[in-house]
Nanobody
Framework: QLQASGGGLVQAGGSLRLSCAAS?????????VGWFRQAPGNEREFVAA????????SYADSVKERFTISRDNGKNTVYLQMNNVKPEDTASYYC????????????????????WGQGTQVTVSS
């Protein structure tokens, strides 16, 4: 199971850190973990992904140099540090984990993920 937390209301330009704790199973070091988001009326979109050992990461162009995905293997937890947030970042954020080996192409495809957490709402005020 994946448990996402850390969402909330933040002003534009502020920061927020989302957490995603995995429990019930272990994942290989090279398998994928990612964050997606979905705003009302929009499709779910890719935000960021990494492999569990942290050696590979990828980001959507819209969040590059503002968001950082990281993990704490000891806690089986993945984080999404969100800096300089913008109103267009407002969405429900979902963490996901895959049994597949990380690849840059697969990481952006929601269909390649096997486990999903519940969404955590992020609202950015202008």
């Amino acid at each position: 199971q994946l448990q996402a937390s850390g969402g909330g209301l933040v002003q534009a330009g502020g920061s927020l850190r989302l957490s995603c704790a995995a429990s019930g199973r272990s994942f290989s070091a090279n398998s994928m973990v990612g964050w997606f988001r979905q705003a009302p009326g929009n499709e779910r979109e890719f935000v960021a992904a990494a492999n569990w050992n942290g050696g590979a990461t990828s980001y959507a162009d819209s969040v590059k140099e503002r968001f950082t995905i990281s993990r704490d293997n000891g806690k089986n937890t993945v984080y999404l540090q969100m800096n300089n947030v913008k109103p267009e970042d407002t969405a429900s954020y979902y963490c996901a984990a895959s049994l597949r080996t990380y690849s840059r192409t697969w990481a952006q495809d929601a269909r390649k993920y096997d486990y999903w957490g519940q969404g955590t709402q992020v609202t950015v005020s202008s």
